[in-house]
């Protein structure tokens, strides 16, 4: 991974990034989108992987609008209906002991409100380590939580934390096998906490899946080790599963699918059924805040709290996790096909409905085919198709698949025959 220019990559493609090529958006239903002149796009972004729930479903545009007609805002410290409601329904579903709960708007408030709630618990604490290219999103501290961010001019102001190698299964170390380097990395972390850093560490955090920074999925032995670590050490595991939870994988949490409880699991994006709506759910033997140590004026919004109940019932009466395990198995056997004759996939990753390929020029140097990504999400653009990208990540390399888990199978397979055909034009170099 060394030779690769990494932070150079994503210094340069940011550059050509502006708003004069931003698609304005004005209607959506299901997955689909359309723009300003009345062109159709199949969402496979899910709008920032938001809407696992196919966008403006009725029954939560019906159960935000019942809210806001009797009351938009209410304060945290009194009680809602719509805040009992949403509590019970998500005991329901967090894995076993993690019952206890606090909201907020944005993953990245939420990032905050599990490192706080880490520290709280484990007062010596000094430090909290987390992974390279790991993403918990923009908010000061989980900027500093995030990959380091060339020319980053809030450094000052921001709180830095320990960063630890990961395995990256695709690109092992030294040619490692992916096995080995996962027992590599475990080491290197039980390493770090151990005498890397100055005093104890509150916690670890991790996205099981790296959403933006790369799609990298680690072996299970990496999960089980982690938390086997952790155990050991006294210290506090926390995933960020704003982009894994709710289905996204096939089953309701990350957790759950790599069948390894974290003590804090943070979660955003899905819930909400398009309206802004994060969280964290602890465990119970963890002592929540005191009054005034997390308090945000906004922070129990009960359209958001009603539109997130309407949405984690939906995905439970229209079982979203097993047709998120379907389509991600039909686009899984689609993607492996492709490989077979698109020289420019160089790795298929796709636990869920969370597919994403890796693009290189050549697949022994496995070289980052950077430019060629972009021109499959351009061109996908003028088919009809929105692609996720990662031109502010990783290597710049990646396409991602991850509609909404309720996809119908057309669009599906219209998106991927699309992207098939984009990836034959590059590779053949026309226009
Ligand atoms: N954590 C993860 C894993 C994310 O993917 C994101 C957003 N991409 C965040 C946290 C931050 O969420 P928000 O943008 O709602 O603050």
Redesign the pocket.
């Known amino acids: 991974m060394a030779d690769i220019a990494y932070q150079a990559a994503t210094q340069h493609e940011s550059k050509q990034h502006d708003s004069s090529d931003k698609i304005t958006l004005v209607k959506a239903r299901g997955s689909l989108v359309w723009d300003d002149r009345g062109r159709e796009y199949i969402d496979c972004t899910a709008q ?2 938001s809407n696992n729930l196919g966008a403006n479903d009725p029954r939560v545009i019906e159960a935000a609008m019942a809210q806001m007609r009797e009351m938009t805002h209410i304060r945290p410290n009194f009680g809602s209906l719509a805040h009992t409601r949403l509590v019970a329904k998500l005991r329901e579903i967090s894995p076993a002991s993690l019952n206890q709960m606090g909201f907020a708007l ?6 905050e409100m599990a490192m706080k709630l880490a520290f709280k618990n484990r007062p010596q604490a000094q430090n909290l380590i987390v992974l390279q290219d790991g ?5 000061l501290a ?1 900027l500093g939580a995030s990959w380091p961010h060339p020319n980053n001019p809030f450094l000052a102001i921001q709180p830095r934390f320990t960063r630890v190698p990961h395995p990256y299964p695709y690109r092992t170390r030294m040619g490692m096998d992916p096995e080995a380097e996962s027992q590599l990395c475990l080491g290197l972390l039980e390493d770090t906490i151990q005498k890397g850093v100055d005093g104890p560490v509150a916690a670890v955090m991790m ?1 099981p899946i ?3 920074g790369g799609h990298i999925e680690f072996p299970r032995s990496y999960y089980r080790g982690v938390r086997e670590i952790c155990d050991r050490l006294g210290v506090l595991l926390i995933f ?5 939870g709710f289905g996204r994988m096939g089953t309701m949490w990350a957790a759950e699918y790599y069948d390894v409880v974290p003590d804090i699991i ?1 979660f ?2 899905g819930i909400g059924g398009g309206f ?1 709506l ?1 969280g964290i759910l602890a465990d119970d033997r963890l002592k929540w805040f005191d009054e005034g140590e997390e308090a945000l004026t906004f922070g129990h919004f009960p359209v958001s709290l009603a539109a997130g109940y309407a949405t984690v019932e939906a995905i439970q009466a229209d079982k979203l996790c097993e047709r998120a395990r379907d389509s991600g198995e039909y686009a899984t056997a689609r993607l492996r096909d492709m490989q077979e004759h698109r020289k420019l996939i160089g790795d298929v990753r796709c636990p869920g409905l969370m597919a994403s390929i890796e693009l290189v020029t050549d697949r022994t140097t496995k070289a980052p085919a950077r430019r060629e990504a972009q021109e499959v999400y351009r061109r996908g653009v003028e088919r009809g198709v929105l692609f996720g990208e990662s031109r502010y990540a990783g290597l710049g390399n990646l396409i991602k698949v991850k509609p909404p888990l309720d996809i119908e199978r057309a669009q599906l397979a219209r998106a991927l025959d699309v992207l098939d055909e984009v990836l034959g034009e590059i590779e053949e170099g026309g226009q």
């Open positions: 920032a992987w944005h993953g990245s408030l939420a990032g993403y918990h999103g923009r908010s989980t996205e790296q959403g933006n960020d599963e704003v982009q894994t943070v955003g994006k802004p994060a």
